[in-house]
Every structure is written in C-alpha cells, then in structure tokens.
C-alpha cells in the first residue's frame, strides 16, 4: 500500500525498530513519523470477512492510552468507507501536541488504523483526508 504524509516527514518501521528480526509484513505492521510539531502512526493487519474496521480506532488508541473526545464519524474518502473520532493524546504527548484523530478503513482484505497528534484543533481531520486522497492498496 501506499499512504500519504507530509512532504517534510517520513515513516519508519516502528516493528523492525522494535525487533529488526520481525520487521512490518504485508500482513501486519506498524508505521509511524514525528517531528516537533506533528505525530502519525499507522497499523495493519490481515481482516478476512471483516465488514467494520472500527475494531482498529480502539486498538490504536488502546496501545498509546489516549481518549476519545467525540462520537465515532462516518466518512466516505474516495471509494474508502472510513471512521473517524477526535481524541485527546495521552498526558506526555498533550503538553506539546494537544489534539488528535483516530481513523480505521478497510482495503485490499486489511484493516487500517491511522492516528495524529497535531497542535491545533481539526488538524487531524484534514492531514486523513490528505493521506487518504493518496492511499493505494491491492489485494496480495
């Protein structure tokens, strides 16, 4: 697959930072990019006969203990049927970067969880849309 980011950032492979003898695979995987002002992370997993993907909001969140601050949305980006819910980070992350989103999409027999840290309100909403309008992905 392929995802956009923005142009001044570049993901790494949080799995092979982790343990270089198990990096991400095409089957699951975690990816994520930082600077001072803006924090991305991405997970996938295999999801045969998974018709909602919203399973993968809760566990990315879970995994760095934020907060939802609002309802889970539906939105539909391009052909993708997407969820999307506001959060508060968790209280390290917050001091800096005090506001976030989380999403989760399915495509090519995989579900996609995606979240932000950003400075400003709404900010997350408009760097999914801007990785979404670049997504690629195909069935293996």
């Not at 506001?86 to 992350?93: C, R, S």
Request: hydrophobic share 40%; aromatic share 12%; with cysteine.
């Amino acid at each position: 697959f392929c995802i956009g980011h923005p142009a001044d950032m570049a993901f790494y492979d949080v799995s092979a930072a982790q343990n270089q003898a198990s990096p991400s695979t095409y089957s699951r995987g975690i990816l994520a990019a930082y600077n001072s002002n803006l924090f991305i992370q991405l997970i996938w997993q295999d999801a045969p006969g998974i018709t909602d993907p919203q399973f993968m909001i809760d566990l990315i969140i879970q995994d760095g203990g934020d907060t939802k601050t609002g309802n889970v949305q539906p939105l539909l980006v391009g052909p993708l049927n997407v969820f999307f819910v506001p959060i508060t980070p968790t209280a390290g992350a917050a001091s800096t970067l005090p506001y976030g989103g989380a999403a989760a999409w399915l495509c090519g027999g995989r579900a996609f969880g995606w979240k932000a840290y950003t400075p400003q309100q709404d900010m997350a909403s408009s760097l999914l849309q801007d990785a979404l309008s670049r997504f690629r992905c195909e069935s293996k």
